[in-house]
């Protein structure tokens, strides 16, 4: 059975650029969550969604992110105009219910 | 608001040595508490949880009991691994909402 599949794994790109970050969650979860991960900030929740309908976005860090889930099994997070600061690994995850999450790998950006 | 504290890291210790990671929280109501693992270049995985006061999560010889009186959920282990080496961190999910909150993460480094 697929876990939380992220894509893509790496990302590279110049300052200015846009970047957009894909996640496909576990098929019948009902939940999906945005995850940044720096050594200066730890784990951090960006934004979340139940039955693919924002629920907290009181994360995002500014009106640069923004993030969408179109149906059930795909959701994005988009980073317009990236910044070096941005730079981190994204994480993904899905759950049935308010329960136990699964992580997916992990998008790791870095912008120059 | 709600949060969750671990003890700092890293923690380096031989291989057979018993591990407690302390985690203590700050929550209303009553929360639900998560240990996941984070292994080197991939994404968090659970390791165990609890949902009520009193219970014991326990996977991998790894157990922590949800203490209501002293909020806490202290990480232990009585022989640890090499393989153990990975970055730990203690969570809580408040009673309402799927979000969860995250401590900084404690890394364990064990020694052969």
Same mark, same amino acid.
């Given at each position: 059975d697929a876990g939380v599949i992220q894509s893509p794994r790496h990302e590279v790109t110049e300052m200015g650029q846009e970047v957009t970050l894909r996640c496909k969650p576990i098929s019948?979860?009902? %939940?999906? #969550?945005?995850y940044r991960q720096t050594m200066m900030r730890g784990l951090e929740l960006l934004i979340y969604f139940n039955n693919n309908v924002p629920i907290d976005d009181s994360g995002m860090p500014e009106d640069r992110f923004s993030a969408k889930m179109p149906n059930a099994s795909f959701s994005t997070l988009k980073i317009q105009p990236s910044e070096p600061r941005d730079s981190a690994v994204y994480f993904c995850a899905s759950s049935l219910a308010p329960d136990t999450q699964y992580f997916g790998p992990g998008t790791r950006?870095? *912008?120059? | 608001g709600d949060s969750v504290t671990q003890m700092e890291g890293p923690v380096t210790l031989s291989e057979e040595a018993f591990l407690t990671i302390n985690c203590t929280y700050t929550a209303t109501?009553?929360?639900?508490l998560f240990w996941y693992v984070q292994y080197p270049g991939e994404g968090l995985q659970l390791l165990l949880k609890a949902t009520k006061a009193d219970? /014991? =999560?326990?996977? /991998? =010889? #790894?157990?922590?009991? %949800?203490? /209501?009186?002293?909020?806490? #959920?202290?990480?232990? /282990?009585?022989? *640890?691994?090499?393989?153990?080496?990975? *970055?730990?961190?203690c969570a809580l999910r408040a009673n309402q909402g799927g979000k969860l909150i995250f401590g900084q993460g404690t890394e364990l480094s064990v020694k052969p």
């Amino acid at each position: 059975d697929a876990g939380v599949i992220q894509s893509p794994r790496h990302e590279v790109t110049e300052m200015g650029q846009e970047v957009t970050l894909r996640c496909k969650p576990i098929s019948g979860h009902d %939940y999906l #969550f945005w995850y940044r991960q720096t050594m200066m900030r730890g784990l951090e929740l960006l934004i979340y969604f139940n039955n693919n309908v924002p629920i907290d976005d009181s994360g995002m860090p500014e009106d640069r992110f923004s993030a969408k889930m179109p149906n059930a099994s795909f959701s994005t997070l988009k980073i317009q105009p990236s910044e070096p600061r941005d730079s981190a690994v994204y994480f993904c995850a899905s759950s049935l219910a308010p329960d136990t999450q699964y992580f997916g790998p992990g998008t790791r950006l870095t *912008v120059l | 608001g709600d949060s969750v504290t671990q003890m700092e890291g890293p923690v380096t210790l031989s291989e057979e040595a018993f591990l407690t990671i302390n985690c203590t929280y700050t929550a209303t109501g009553y929360p639900s508490l998560f240990w996941y693992v984070q292994y080197p270049g991939e994404g968090l995985q659970l390791l165990l949880k609890a949902t009520k006061a009193d219970d /014991k =999560g326990s996977n /991998k =010889g #790894f157990e922590a009991t %949800y203490r /209501k009186e002293t909020t806490s #959920f202290h990480l232990e /282990k009585g022989s *640890v691994q090499v393989s153990d080496s990975a *970055v730990y961190f203690c969570a809580l999910r408040a009673n309402q909402g799927g979000k969860l909150i995250f401590g900084q993460g404690t890394e364990l480094s064990v020694k052969p």
